[in-house]
């Protein structure tokens, strides 16, 4: 498909915005995600894109397969993103930054403000915390980068299956599913296709998905560090197999705790700093702060209820490598 025609698809098939609401799922365990009908053994074949813990429904998975069209494409449209002198400012936003009350339960939105008026990108988020759920109010967050003309990128939390949702896409993917870690990996595939589809359902394009390793509250990962890395290592594949980037947000610490010394091949890496400052941020662009081995491209830091983040030196020569421009 040409680029081109991938876009008139995705133009013609935007659903119309509904409200989400949140899910009556017990605590601990996220919504369940649909369940599929058909095997997907192959990534070429549909999977499970989209769907808000429920009915993915045809136009979405059609949406996901358009976003993967122009994903493979190599040099999806940027806007002729210029270069920058010097490091660029911008900011990230998911969940937290929905109104209060919107989202699942355990991780309803804050409110809390969006990017300064001098932010040049924002990195969206496409969970609501765990996978298998969306950002609730992701549409008018993509809304609101059209509308400020920033730059964007997107960012997925990544977590550890339950049972039932083991049981329901232990099978389905391109892994052995004979064996617990095969279908971990399956599961990580698949959480992969649902944030494609997340994607695809507003329009949202990227050339670099950041898939973020990190403890998750309420839904913690297991003791199994290894267990934990096939996730990983599924969702990985479930990006690249569509035609993504991938890079890494973390800590060293952090991922450490989470998947061990687990290989993502020295990946593009996105730092995190916490409650500090610029100038710790722009230092976790140094070397020792390396998460898995890859170049690093942003540092973020909390200040005034704002995930901050800056491009590391260098990066801001060629932003059509990490960012979208909406055009």
């Known amino acids: 498909m040409r680029r081109g025609a991938a876009v008139v698809v995705l133009g013609l098939l935007l659903p119309a915005l509904v409200a989400c609401s949140g899910s009556d799922s017990p605590s601990g365990a996220p919504p369940r995600p649909p369940v599929p009908t058909t095997a997907s053994a ?22 996901a397969k358009a976003a993967e069209e122009l994903a493979r494409q190599g040099d999806q449209p940027t806007g002729d993103i210029a270069p920058r002198d010097g490091e660029v400012l911008g900011g990230d936003v998911s969940w937290p930054q929905c109104p209060k009350g919107m989202g699942i339960p355990e991780k309803q939105g804050k409110g809390l403000p969006m990017p300064l008026p001098e932010a040049e990108f924002v990195v969206l988020g496409l969970t609501n915390g765990p996978g298998f759920t969306r950002n609730p109010c992701l549409a ?6 059209k509308d400020n003309d920033v730059l964007v990128s997107v960012y997925a939390v ?59 509250p309420t839904f913690e990962w297991s003791s199994d560090l290894r267990a934990n890395a096939a996730v990983i290592e599924g969702v990985a594949r479930g990006y690249t197999d569509a035609g993504y980037r991938i890079g ?5 610490l952090l991922y450490r705790q989470v998947v061990g010394d687990l290989s993502l091949g020295g990946i593009p890496e996105w730092r995190a700093a916490g409650q500090t400052s610029r100038a710790e941020a722009l230092n976790r662009c140094g070397p020792d702060w390396s998460i898995q081995g890859g170049p690093a491209v942003m540092g973020q830091w909390v200040e005034d209820q704002r995930d901050k983040n800056v491009t590391c030196p260098g990066i801001s020569a060629d932003l059509g490598q990490w960012f979208h421009r909406f055009t």
């Open 42 to 63: 192959t990534p070429t074949q549909e999977g499970k894109p989209g769907g808000d813990a429920g009915d993915p429904g045809a136009d979405a998975n059609d949406l």
């Open 140 to 145: 008018d967050q993509v809304q609101w980068a």
């Open 158 to 216: 990544s977590s550890f299956p339950d049972k039932a949702t083991l049981d329901d896409y232990g099978s389905d993917g391109p892994y052995d599913a004979s064996n617990r870690l095969g279908r971990l990996r399956n599961v990580g595939y698949q959480q992969a296709r649902f944030n494609i589809g997340t994607m695809g359902t507003t329009g949202l394009l990227s050339p670099i998905v950041w898939i973020d390793v990190e403890p998750v």
């Open 248 to 252: 890494v947000y973390s800590t060293p």
